[in-house]
C-alpha cells in the first residue's frame, strides 16, 4: 500500500508540473556546447519560454512527455518513499531502544533513492526526448523523432483514458468513502444518521481521527474498480465517434 500511495500522489503532482519539466528540459538544452551570444535564444527566461512553446507547438505541446513522465514518477518515487515507508513502519530505522536512529534513516534515504533513479532512468531518457521536440523554429537539442502511438490510433485513447483514471480516483477516493460510510452508518427511528450529520461532516471526521490518508483508504481496489470503468467507457466512446465519422461521410 505505501509504494501505491507514493506513486499515486507523485503521479497526482506531476499532472500540474510536467509543463514546468518541459521549460526546463528546453532551455537546459538551449545553447548546448556553444559559446553565450554564439546561438539564437528562443527562450529568454521561464515566463518567455511558456508563451513561446504554447504559440509555437501549441498549447499541448506543454505536457510533451507526460505520460512516461507518469509512469517515471509512480515507478521511482513509489519505490523511493514506498521503500523507505515501509522501513519506517517496520521499525528499521530505530534502535534497539526505540530511538529513531539519523545514520539508519539516511542510509535507507539513499537506498531507497538509489533504487528509484537507476529502475526510472530508462523512462526518464524517453520523457526527455519527448519534451525537447519543437517545431523547426523553436527546435533545441537533437530532435529525436519518437512517436509513441501512430496517429488516430486506438492506443492513444487508451493511454489517455488511463491517465485520467488515476486523476478521477485521486479526486474522488475522499468522497467514495464519505459516501460508503453514510450508506452504511446506523441511524434511528426516524432514519437520521447517528455518526454523520452529512458528507462534509463525514470527510473532516475521518480526516481527524483517521488522518489525511484514512480518506484514501481502498483507494487500490477504487482503481482497479474505476481505472477499467473509465478506460473502457473512454476508448468505446472514441471508437464508436470513430465509426460513425467514417460511415457517415
Given amino acids: 500500500m505505501e509504494f501505491l500511495m507514493s506513486g499515486l500522489a507523485a503521479c497526482g503532482a506531476c499532472v500540474f508540473t510536467n509543463p514546468l519539466e518541459v521549460v526546463k528540459t528546453r532551455m537546459q538544452l538551449q545553447g548546448e556546447l556553444k559559446a553565450p551570444g554564439t546561438y539564437q535564444r528562443h527562450y529568454r527566461n521561464v515566463f518567455h519560454a511558456f ?21 517515471y514518477q509512480f515507478l521511482m ?19 534497539d531502544e526505540g530511538i529513531h536512529s539519523p545514520i539508519r534513516s539516511a ?3 539513499a537506498l531507497a533513492g538509489v533504487m528509484g533513479a537507476y529502475l526510472g532512468s530508462p523512462i526518464y531518457m524517453v520523457k526527455t526526448h519527448l519534451q525537447a521536440q519543437a517545431k523547426a523554429e523553436i527546435a533545441v537539442g537533437h530532435q529525436y523523432k519518437h512517436q509513441i502511438f501512430p496517429p488516430q490510433s486506438w492506443k492513444v485513447a487508451l493511454a489517455a483514458a488511463m491517465v485520467s483514471g488515476i486523476a478521477i480516483v485521486l479526486a474522488m477516493t475522499p468522497f467514495d468513502v464519505a459516501s460508503t460510510r453514510l450508506y452504511n452508518q446506523p441511524t434511528d427511528t426516524h432514519g437520521k444518521g447517528l455518526m454523520y450529520r452529512g458528507i462534509l461532516d463525514a470527510l473532516l471526521q475521518t480526516a481527524r481521527t483517521e488522518g489525511f490518508f ?13 481505472g477499467p470503468h473509465t478506460i473502457l467507457s473512454l ?6 465517434r470513430s465509426f ?6
Fill in 214 to 226: 484514512g480518506m484514501y483508504k481502498g483507494i487500490g481496489a477504487s482503481y482497479f474498480r474505476l
Fill in 51 to 71: 508563451f513561446t512553446i504554447g504559440k509555437v507547438d501549441g498549447l499541448a505541446a506543454l505536457q510533451k512527455g507526460l505520460a512516461p513522465a507518469l509512469l
Fill in 107 to 109: 542510509a535507507a534515504g
Fill in 77 to 95: 518515487n513509489g519505490i523511493r518513499l514506498g521503500t523507505y515507508g515501509l522501513a519506517e513502519a517496520r521499525g528499521y530505522l530505530r534502535t
Fill in 244 to 249: 460513425y465519422s467514417t460511415y457517415t461521410k
Fill in 235 to 240: 476508448f468505446f466512446w472514441d471508437q464508436l
